[in-house]
């Protein structure tokens, strides 16, 4: 029991201190590690399989919807940078240098990429001649760098792994139509395969992406009432095309330049899930994207016919598209049940001498700790059914949290008091002026998540400054 | 026909000047393009699909074998990488340096990760402490940077993508024949997945990597009769462990240095491929990574019936597993098919009125042009063995030209004679000393490729000084 205790009571409960909650679950469950490298972390094996598994379901949604992949270069002359004015201007502050190359210093020098829309449109720029050669529909899996001060695992690290899409129309509807329709892939993708559910809108002008007419964003709520933004899509009209010259010859016969989109989602949405669906027992991973989905444990594994039965239970299961883990380690038992919580398997699946006499094994839940007694008979249906139930349970218990936490706020008294004891989004009207945005940022700590597609009329007048109001916003604090 | 004499046109001749026919190929079909950053390539969708076939086949190859993916930082500090002198010494004079981070001058300077041999063996020296923890078999898949004075596309550039993988283990034969398990690993996916053949054998101390004690190398041999180093697995002893203090408990209580490897391959795979299979109409796919393996261009199109036909057809092959693709754009049959050519699809599929009538279509093989009639009775089983036989037989066309262009020398006059006038792989003894293998070089322009697995006694006398030999070397001009 020594090694079981030590496994959990390194864990700071949530509630004591989330963010050492959260450090504690990223390093004991294995996801990453601190390197040599300030600022930059190693994603482990066990963080990377879940990378990958959230890319394979990403990456299937892009390609069905026409999109290809393709890889640009990781540096971007100064100059190029420099050719779209707020863009460079949100970026430059914040890249790494490449000064030298070899023993040579070099002409010009060259960032590290923060983003592409330069190179993108630098290269759609040669590529793009004439209205048959249009809708350009790239992607790429890469990693940036983006020199911030303070880092968190996954949250927040001077590099980070994304993919970026870059697209070019040849007019302004069709653009704006694949910026919403790529928001959609990503909501899609955070409900049905994360088990998160999500606020879709757009951003306030001060939340914009650099050199963006307009930033799509999708917002979830974590565990402890604060926002993640986690997937964003921009629309950028024609302002790159003309800065690069990225322009084609229409069908009637003008030369025009191109409209264009851009999107991304990173690896911070790991953070995310750990965040919405994790506890004091560790991670929970919803299926969809866990590496390992059942953990089979042998108990009493030195009794005869054990272990045979936990492999062909492992076999059967495998042979079925499960993705299964036989854990025939030394460790003991309870060491390998608090382990498998760790690591958040979604389910657990223990089999030992009584239940080979009775023909059955025991389902044990990751997501409500439910324990059932499952024929071996008819075990893999039951296994994949289970394995649905528990994320749609996910999701729904995520979707509950979220709407336990959701306020709304008619005054700055209200929205103060909300934001000060009640953490969570807060939902508020606002007249559109930069300066209610700011003062709600100063006095209630607050900022503007989005403008939510489903718009509701709380009230007719801002919430801050009591003029007409526009919109409704989603505010909150945000990682 | 003007168009399409154009897209053939543009191609130089491999008899003419191979290397703009290289150049001319991987520009014409669409793999990749020049940058504004110098020395810097676009991978095209065409090109990166390529790729992404390529690292699922080895990907999975790894998986099989144990391997997890994982990710490191890009980004080395000086004084890691400086910590194994013969790799540093390698590596340095050819690295890009960041200097800055945002608007500061960074403490100590980073080098981008030109290998990541120092950075695993950091993150190892933080986790392994035990036997227990032993092997630890990781990859990791991400582009590096080396900043080369002359390039060329795939073959050498400044950033190229490739995956390298990175293992420890508690014995020095464990770590050898992970080394060697890795090299029938590329060799394996050479064979059955590029159609190449391929030589395996070691490098001599001259030509090995920067820090390993061994390297282990697949050689192919290019249609100019040129040498292309196709992936190397390296065995580097305890050398670094020492110097980066990566050592465990081992059962006996005492503490150790790991014994370690690193094996990789990259984007120049995709130029063998070219110089492998290629001529002068284009590109030729091995059907096992060809993003699209089957082309369908219906004939007379426009005529009652024939794109319906068409596109029944792909469905049925899209549901066979096949990759198709159905080229119903405006273009004439004539140009479609020098395009297909040009792409290096290996099947196109010809189908028209009069196919329809007799329920048929026409199988055209990139490979060897030939033409076969196919009921559409059984098109999806008839498709697939085709593609299976254009694999087969692009292999052995390679390995007869591979065999054809294999020569011996027993003297050295011999040797320059074959090394002026007949492209190809050389087989000479060498008696194993460095100032023998430099004199080669300088004579006969040809670099030691390697010492392969199946020796031959083709004499007892170095080539070069008549000393006793003591191996025979496969020798060649390189790319």
Redesign the interface.
């Known amino acids: 029991m020594s090694k079981e205790k030590k496994l959990v009571e390194e864990i700071t409960s949530m509630e004591t201190d989330f963010a050492r909650w959260y450090t504690d679950i990223v390093l004991k469950a294995e996801l990453v ?1 601190y ?3 300030k600022g ?6 066990a ?3 879940i ?2 598994n959230m890319k394979n379901e990403i990456d299937r949604r892009f390609k069905e919807t026409g999109i ?10 100064e100059s ?1 940078l420099q050719k779209e004015a707020d863009h460079v201007e949100g970026f430059a ?11 040579e210093e070099l002409d010009e020098r ?1 960032c ?1 990429r923060p983003t592409s829309e330069t ?1 993108f449109c ?2 759609y720029s ?2 793009v001649k004439s209205y048959r050669d249009l809708p350009q529909l ?1 992607n790429q899996w ?2 940036v ?1 983006r ?1 911030e001060k303070t880092t968190r695992p996954f949250l927040r690290s ?2 980070f ?1 994304w993919q970026e899409g870059h697209t070019v129309h040849a007019s302004a509807k069709e653009a704006h139509d694949r910026t919403v329709q790529m928001l959609e892939v990503y909501a899609d993708f955070f409900e049905k395969d994360l088990a998160i559910p999500v606020i879709r809108g757009i951003k306030t002008d001060k939340e914009k992406f650099a050199g963006a007419e307009a930033t799509y964003t999708i917002e979830a709520l974590m565990h402890d009432g604060k926002a993640l933004q986690s997937g964003t899509s921009h629309y950028f009209g024609d302002g790159f095309a003309k800065a690069f010259d990225v322009t084609f010859t229409d069908k009637d016969n003008q030369i025009k330049p191109v409209f264009e989109t851009s999107f991304g989602m990173t690896t911070r949405i790991i953070g995310a899930v750990i965040m919405v669906h994790g506890d004091n027992s560790g991670l929970k991973l919803p299926p969809h994207i866990a590496p390992i989905q059942v953990n089979i444990i042998p108990v009493a594994a030195h009794k005869e016919g054990v272990l045979d039965a936990a492999n062909a239970l492992k076999n059967r299961l495998v042979a079925a598209g499960v993705r299964v883990k036989l854990d025939d380690s030394e460790k003991s038992p309870g060491f390998k049940f608090a382990e498998s919580e760790m690591r958040g398997i979604p389910l657990r699946i223990e089999i030992g001498p009584k239940d080979i006499e009775n023909n059955q094994c025991v389902f044990v839940r990751r997501d409500n700790g439910e324990k059932i007694f499952v024929s071996l008979e008819n075990v893999e249906s039951e296994a994949k059914e289970c394995l649905e139930n528990i994320q749609t349970n996910m999701y729904e218990t995520a979707l509950a949290h979220r709407e336990a936490h959701t306020y709304e706020a008619r005054t700055m008294e209200e929205f103060k008091d909300i934001a000060d004891n009640k953490p969570g989004f807060i939902k508020a009207m606002w007249c559109g002026d930069r300066a209610c945005e700011d003062k709600i940022k100063e006095e209630a700590g607050a900022t503007s998540r989005c403008m939510p597609e489903a718009q509701e009329q709380l009230s007719d007048v801002c919430v801050c400054c009591g003029k007409k109001a526009t919109k409704m916003v989603y505010w909150g604090k945000a990682y």
Chains 1, 2 share one sequence.
Request: proline content about 8%; hydrophobic content about 45%; glycine content about 6%.
């Open positions: 590690d390197t040599s490298v930059c972390l190693v994603i482990r094996p963080g990377y399989a990378w990958e290809q992949n393709c890889y640009l270069p990781m540096f971007i002359p190029l502050p914040e890249v790494a240098w490449v000064t030298h190359g070899g023993l060259l590290v190179l630098d290269y040669k590529v790239l890469c990693s760098v020199w001077r590099e792994l």
